[in-house]
């Protein structure tokens, strides 16, 4: 009888240890964590995030995460089990800059953090042979193609770039002329990259020459108008070889070819009078009248154009120096001479049309899912968010962000390929910062120049950034890959 007591209480111990210990797995494995503080069992948060690049490590509170409790499904991390309360969490790679925030962990809730991206802390550079005196760099709808402006102190130039086939090759030049830039004008390529359109200044007189980039024909289509100024020529996307201008307060459509003897000069066609602004979207055209100041759109391919209303509201404090940047008929933003950023947001039925910024408001930039509008002054950067978004963190429809304010001026601000990072140049510094507004905002410095950059465009579709270096008595073009393709931003 005494031998089978001891026996019975060693069976009865070892259930009770495997009740526990069981216990315990389970409640771990359902993300309950122990609290010594509290002597209880309390149910766990999580923390889900992205990362730019993929292979990083975590920290929470300073202590790594082993690869083996790190959950990896379709290049994310998730990490269950985490104690409610606030916490520190630091992401951080071999060679790259780190990411790092104060949360806060909700009990059965994840935090989730899906655009973390770290830059390196040293770029390779590519610079590119024969860009002495470039001062402008456009790039072509081919990934490959750009073409730059060329300024010297007696000639200028036009020069193409293919990086694929490695061709360099001037298409223009001419000595004792200059570029004639004006408001929203650029060097324009055609749909096809098979043409392109820029306005010079000779003698006083302002000439728009069109260059065929196979043949190297030049023409210049001021003089074949007679009569007829150019200002802001656009190639039509719905007809091929054909521009569309504004001269004074009226709208032109320009067929190249329609003039069949060289004597015979371009016959323009009248599109619309009394206009103060227009932009191209898709297959359409849109303006603004300066006889009842409200929006209108018609199809770029319409030689008798029917004219349809966007908003029945008018648009105030507009001129002839307003900019329109459209998205499509649902998303339009309006800039005034003196910085008022005007918004019709469709989305919203009872108020489509709003302010957005009283004034100085330098350009604005829309996100390539029209989901928000990127907008800023010398001094400011901010997002608007056109459409509600569901993902952390969550942002109102119709709400604004201040991303940035600064003592300093800063130029060049502009979306990078994930659209929840802004770029921007503070004197010879180039920063990217995030949307994210949970804690503070990492910003991470991608290069500095001993001088202000001249230029800085990013070519989202081939993951590159591109730089035209100021070094005193020249320039030279350059660029970064970032993000890099080795990566979930991936094409």
Same mark, same amino acid.
């Given at each position: 009888?005494?031998?089978?007591?001891?026996?019975?209480?060693?069976?009865?111990?070892?259930?009770?240890?495997?009740?526990?210990?069981?216990?315990?797995?389970?409640?771990?494995?359902?993300?309950?964590?122990?609290?010594?503080?509290? *002597?209880?069992?309390?149910?766990?948060?999580?923390?889900?995030?992205? &990362?730019?690049?993929?292979?990083?490590?975590?920290?929470?509170? *300073?202590?790594?995460?082993?690869?083996?409790?790190?959950?990896?499904?379709?290049?994310?991390?998730?990490?269950?089990?985490?104690?409610?309360?606030?916490?520190?969490?630091?992401?951080? &790679?071999?060679?790259?800059?780190?990411?790092?925030?104060?949360?806060?962990?909700?009990?059965?809730?994840?935090?989730?953090?899906?655009?973390?991206?770290?830059?390196?802390?040293?770029?390779?550079?590519?610079?590119?042979?024969?860009?002495?005196?470039?001062?402008?760099?456009?790039?072509?709808?081919?990934?490959?193609?750009?073409?730059?402006?060329?300024?010297?102190?007696?000639?200028?130039?036009?020069?193409?770039?293919?990086?694929?086939?490695?061709?360099?090759?001037?298409?223009?030049?001419?000595?004792?002329?200059?570029?004639?830039?004006?408001?929203?004008?650029?060097?324009?390529?055609?749909?096809?990259?098979?043409?392109?359109?820029?306005?010079?200044?000779?003698?006083?007189?302002?000439?728009?020459?069109?260059?065929?980039?196979?043949?190297?024909?030049?023409?210049?289509?001021?003089?074949?108008?007679?009569?007829?100024?150019?200002?802001?020529?656009?190639?039509?996307?719905?007809?091929?070889?054909?521009?569309?201008?504004?001269?004074?307060?009226?709208?032109?459509?320009?067929?190249?070819?329609?003039?069949?003897?060289?004597?015979?000069?371009?016959?323009?066609?009248?599109?619309?009078?009394?206009?103060?602004?227009?932009?191209?979207? *898709?297959?359409?055209?849109?303006?603004?009248?300066?006889?009842?100041?409200?929006?209108?759109?018609?199809?770029?391919?319409?030689?008798?154009?029917?004219?349809?209303?966007?908003?029945?509201?008018?648009?105030?404090?507009?001129?002839?120096?307003?900019?329109?940047?459209?998205?499509?008929?649902?998303?339009?933003?309006?800039?005034?001479?003196?910085?008022?950023?005007?918004?019709?947001?469709?989305?919203?039925?009872?108020?489509?049309?709003?302010?957005?910024?009283?004034?100085?408001?330098?350009?604005?930039?829309?996100?390539?899912?029209?989901?928000?509008?990127?907008?800023?002054?010398?001094?400011?950067?901010?997002?608007?968010?056109?459409?509600?978004?569901?993902?952390?963190?969550?942002?109102?429809?119709?709400?604004?962000?201040?991303?940035?304010?600064?003592?300093?001026?800063?130029?060049?601000?502009?979306?990078?390929?994930?659209?929840?990072?802004?770029?921007?140049?503070?004197?010879?510094?180039?920063?990217?910062?995030?949307?994210?507004?949970?804690?503070?905002?990492?910003?991470?410095?991608?290069?500095?120049?001993?001088?202000?950059?001249?230029?800085?465009?990013?070519?989202?579709?081939?993951?590159?950034?591109?730089?035209?270096?100021?070094?005193?008595?020249?320039?030279?073009?350059?660029?970064?890959?970032?993000?890099?393709?080795?990566?979930?931003?991936?094409?």
């Amino acid at each position: 009888m005494l031998q089978g007591k001891p026996r019975f209480a060693l069976f009865f111990l070892s259930i009770i240890s495997f009740c526990i210990v069981s216990g315990s797995v389970l409640f771990y494995a359902f993300g309950y964590r122990f609290s010594f503080e509290r *002597g209880v069992f309390i149910y766990g948060g999580s923390i889900t995030l992205k &990362s730019n690049p993929v292979e990083i490590d975590i920290k929470i509170d *300073g202590i790594r995460i082993p690869d083996e409790d790190l959950n990896r499904l379709n290049q994310s991390y998730h990490i269950s089990g985490i104690i409610p309360g606030e916490h520190s969490i630091e992401v951080s &790679s071999p060679g790259y800059q780190t990411w790092s925030k104060r949360i806060v962990v909700r009990s059965g809730v994840s935090s989730e953090f899906w655009n973390i991206t770290l830059p390196r802390q040293n770029y390779e550079i590519i610079a590119y042979p024969g860009t002495t005196y470039l001062t402008r760099y456009f790039q072509s709808p081919e990934p490959t193609l750009f073409a730059g402006i060329h300024e010297s102190p007696h000639r200028i130039g036009v020069q193409i770039y293919d990086t694929e086939q490695e061709i360099n090759e001037m298409l223009y030049s001419q000595p004792d002329i200059s570029f004639a830039f004006e408001k929203d004008e650029n060097l324009e390529w055609s749909p096809d990259a098979d043409r392109l359109v820029f306005p010079v200044l000779s003698e006083g007189k302002r000439h728009v020459l069109s260059v065929d980039t196979e043949t190297k024909q030049i023409r210049d289509l001021s003089n074949e108008l007679a009569t007829f100024s150019l200002f802001r020529p656009r190639f039509n996307p719905a007809v091929r070889d054909s521009l569309l201008y504004r001269s004074e307060d009226k709208l032109y459509r320009l067929d190249l070819n329609s003039a069949t003897d060289e004597n015979r000069p371009l016959e323009p066609l009248l599109l619309a009078e009394h206009i103060l602004a227009y932009d191209i979207s *898709g297959s359409d055209v849109y303006i603004i009248s300066s006889e009842n100041g409200r929006l209108y759109r018609f199809g770029a391919d319409e030689k008798n154009p029917d004219f349809r209303p966007i908003a029945d509201v008018p648009l105030a404090d507009i001129d002839s120096e307003t900019t329109l940047v459209v998205y499509d008929e649902y998303r339009i933003a309006v800039l005034s001479k003196h910085g008022k950023l005007s918004f019709f947001n469709a989305y919203m039925s009872e108020n489509p049309l709003r302010t957005l910024a009283e004034q100085d408001i330098s350009g604005v930039q829309f996100s390539d899912d029209g989901k928000k509008l990127l907008f800023f002054s010398p001094h400011e950067t901010f997002v608007y968010f056109i459409r509600p978004w569901e993902v952390q963190p969550k942002r109102d429809q119709d709400s604004i962000w201040q991303i940035g304010r600064f003592a300093d001026k800063i130029s060049f601000v502009q979306w990078t390929k994930d659209y929840e990072h802004i770029l921007y140049v503070k004197g010879p510094q180039v920063f990217v910062t995030e949307l994210d507004n949970r804690d503070r905002r990492n910003i991470s410095e991608l290069i500095r120049f001993e001088r202000p950059p001249l230029q800085v465009l990013s070519r989202v579709s081939q993951n590159q950034i591109f730089f035209v270096k100021d070094t005193g008595d020249s320039s030279e073009l350059l660029s970064i890959d970032f993000p890099e393709f080795n990566n979930f931003f991936a094409e």
